[in-house]
């Protein structure tokens, strides 16, 4: 019995990984905030105001500790080929929380302002605060729908590269192919290839980040203590 409830666990862990690993969890998420819209009217006002709140803090407290403790105390922990390792399986999960929250903040701005799903992009974007939550949600698609996997997938041709030209795996140093003499054309085309999509990747980021916070920000100067 033991062992049958330890195997479900390790299935059910593997799945909740290829869902977040592929994208399939953004989808449905997507899926799942086309239906929010129906069940908001039922809930009560102030917990759609936690949800819209929470959702926007839970994005930027997870963007900041990321991109400016954790990912730099790994990098500078450990080896460049495990850091990828790490990341690859952590940037996936990152970038649809990311796009659950900004989705789900989206949505509830719209309920508590009276803006219909179907009344476009011109009422959402009368205010500052639509307009801000519009670009965080297109940043995190961004990344969760093809940037984050298109950067990976180069990754680790890069280490593929790496380990058959018997280049060394340190920590804190970027990819030795920049500078080996044995790298070829082809191994800078690659490594500019990756530069071009792990920036657009960043920029993504960054793009939520601010937006995300922006929108804290103007949701702050309306509140009254």
């Not at 290839?193 to 949701?219: D, E, P, R, V």
Request: a positive charge.
């Amino acid at each position: 019995h033991y062992k049958t409830n330890t195997f479900i666990e390790v299935k059910l862990i593997f799945m909740m990984d290829q869902l977040t690993s592929n994208g399939g969890m953004t989808l449905l998420t997507c899926a799942g905030a086309g239906i929010l819209p129906s069940v908001l009217p039922y809930v009560p006002t102030d917990i759609v105001k936690f949800m819209n709140i929470g959702a926007c803090s839970v994005s930027f407290g997870t963007q900041f500790w990321v991109g400016s403790i954790a990912g730099l105390t790994m990098f500078r922990t450990l080896k460049r080929r495990t850091f990828g390792k790490v990341q690859s399986k952590l940037f996936p999960k990152y970038a649809t929380l990311n796009t659950t929250c900004s989705l789900t903040a989206l949505v509830t701005y719209l309920h508590l302002n009276g803006i219909g799903p179907t009344e476009g992009l011109s009422r959402v974007c009368d205010k500052w605060e639509g307009v801000m939550l519009v670009y965080c949600l297109l940043g995190n698609l961004a990344n969760s729908l093809y940037l984050i996997s298109a950067t990976t997938r180069l990754m680790y041709d890069i280490h593929a590269r790496e380990m058959a030209l018997g280049l060394e795996d340190e920590v804190g140093q970027m990819s030795p192919l920049k500078t080996s003499d044995k790298a070829t054309d082809e191994d800078k085309k690659l490594l500019k290839n990756f530069n071009i999509s792990h920036g657009l990747s960043m920029l993504m980021s960054l793009l939520s980040m601010g937006t995300c916070g922006a929108y804290l920000y103007f949701t702050a100067r309306s509140l009254k203590f």
